[in-house]
T-cell receptor, first 112, second 112 residues
Framework: NAGVTQTPKFQVLKTGQSMTLQCAQD?????MSWYRQDPGMGLRLIHY???????DQGEVPNGYNVSRSTTEDFPLRLLSAAPSQTSVYFC???????????FGSGTRLTVV | TQLLEQSPQFLSIQEGENLTVYCNSS?????LQWYRQEPGEGPVLLVT?????EVKKLKRLTFQFGDARKDSSLHITAAQPGDTGLYLC????????????FGKGTLLTVNP
């Protein structure tokens, strides 16, 4: 099925550990973004990309890295996990940012 | 920083009632998007409006974009329990700003 696939769905990390959240889309979308969703804070943009090889920071980029080597994949790396990074993470893609995004089903991350 | 204010934050109504959710900003947007999110899932795009004064209808849902393209509303007629969810508005500025800004959402509960 066409769409945005995120893995894993759930993850528990210890403080200081690193990990990569995977995101893949098969719709040939140029625009891809990572958001985190926290109670009372809404969806906040972490990093985004407007095409392969092009990435930029969003509203809350500290502690996260991204790369975009292909149109399909946009992984999010947590460099040294902290309890403040406990959240639900969503990846989204769009053929054009103004047209609306397709979201993945999310990764629920807990840092202990 | 562009902000989108949604109101009300919470809404609990009985089946069959009508309701309106508002999304306001001091910034002008090239497009305004509405999403619905159910527990444990990613947001799903309902509609995109791009022209000031535009009105779009999706069955019992009516979306309006303000003339100045700074605000939008979502009206639901004869709400049903299946309408329960978190409704999010998101603004796209266009041009060289590739970021999509989300409001914090309206949590709607429709009681049978």
């Amino acid at each position: 099925n066409a769409g945005v696939t995120q893995t894993p769905k759930f993850q528990v990390l210890k403080t200081g550990q690193s990990m990569t959240l995977q995101c893949a889309q098969d719709m040939n979308h140029e625009y891809m973004s990572w958001y985190r969703q926290d109670p009372g804070m809404g969806l906040r943009l972490i990093h985004y990309s407007v095409g392969a090889g092009i990435t930029d920071q969003g509203e809350v980029p500290n502690g996260y890295n991204v790369s975009r080597s292909t149109t399909e994949d946009f992984p999010l790396r947590l460099l040294s996990a902290a309890p403040s990074q406990t959240s639900v993470y969503f990846c989204a893609s769009s053929y054009w940012g103004g047209a609306g995004y397709t979201f993945g089903s999310g990764t629920r991350l807990t840092v202990v | 920083t562009q902000l989108l204010e949604q109101s009300p934050q919470f809404l609990s109504i009985q089946e069959g009632e009508n309701l309106t959710v508002y999304c306001n900003s001091s910034s002008v947007f090239s497009s305004l998007q509405w999403y619905r999110q159910e527990p444990g899932e990613g947001p799903v795009l309902l509609v995109t409006v791009v022209t000031g004064g535009e009105v779009k209808k999706l069955k019992r849902l009516t979306f309006q974009f303000g003339d100045a393209r700074k605000d939008s509303s979502l009206h639901i007629t004869a709400a049903q329990p299946g309408d329960t969810g978190l409704y999010l508005c998101a603004g796209w500025s266009g041009g060289s700003n590739y970021k999509l800004t989300f409001g914090k959402g309206t949590l709607l509960t429709v009681n049978p």
